[in-house]
């Protein structure tokens, strides 16, 4: 079955300019998150789905990130007046949301870069 | 606060050699375990994952893991290693309640010799 895509795979921007980034989960799974990864570091956790819930945006770096998710499915990353300290792969993931342990499932990225 | 450290940045070995990733982690009670891998450009594969039961777990690839509670441990291990296995490996651990969001270490980078 379809992975978790993400689109653009790459995006380049100016500073000060205003990003999306979409994510599509794989069908069925009620549980979304971002993530982002800076160079030469680890994945940070951004922002939290699941299903009709208040989303966890606890991991957010500053109000200029938001994010939604359309219908429980697709979401977009949003990221406003783009700083060069926003440069880094910000990944996607989604789960089927169990009470034994979730696993969860990557797409492959989008690269942002602010010049 | 809850941490995954992988203390080893960047690993080297030859092709065919063992290998072994090593990871700890620091929470009051025994969290869910992952090993990722992230090739040049891609996004992250999961390798195995540890919920519960056996502590020593098969994954994709020739990889396992073996949990040791008393250590605080997951370490990641392969008898013989690929050309093919160079990439970054991430460690992570979720969690039984709260947020489902993972906790990554750092990452370790690992090159393979011919």
């Known amino acids: 079955g379809a992975g978790v895509s993400q689109s653009p795979s790459n995006k380049v921007t100016e500073k000060g300019k205003d990003v999306e980034l979409r994510c599509d989960p794989i069908s069925g799974h009620t549980a979304l998150y971002w993530y982002r990864q800076s160079l030469g570091q680890g994945l940070e956790f951004l922002i939290y789905?699941?299903?009709?819930?208040?989303?966890?945006k606890s991991g957010l770096p500053s109000d200029r990130f938001s994010a939604e998710r359309t219908g429980g499915s697709v979401s977009t990353l949003t990221i406003q007046r783009t700083q060069q300290e926003d440069s880094a792969v910000y990944l996607c993931?989604?789960?089927?949301?169990?009470?034994?342990?979730?696993?969860?499932?990557f797409g492959p990225g989008t690269r942002l870069t602010v010049l | 606060a809850q941490s995954v450290t992988q203390p080893d940045i960047h690993i080297t070995v030859s092709e065919g050699a063992s290998l072994e990733l090593r990871c700890n982690y620091s929470y009051g009670a025994t969290p869910y375990l992952f090993w990722y891998v992230q090739s040049p450009g891609q996004g992250l594969q999961l390798l195995l994952k540890?919920?519960?039961?056996?502590?020593l777990v098969q994954g994709i690839k020739g990889f396992e893991a073996e949990f040791k509670r008393s250590q605080s441990s997951f370490n990641l291990r392969k008898p013989s290693v690929h050309w093919s296995d160079a990439a970054e490996y991430f460690c992570a651990v979720g969690f039984h309640t709260g947020r489902r969001a993972l906790t990554f270490g750092s990452g370790t980078r690992l090159q393979v010799q011919p």
């Open positions: 789905f699941q299903g009709n819930s208040a989303p966890d």
């Open positions: 993931a989604s789960s089927l949301v169990r009470a034994a342990g979730d696993t969860q499932y």
């Open positions: 540890y919920f519960s039961g056996d502590t």
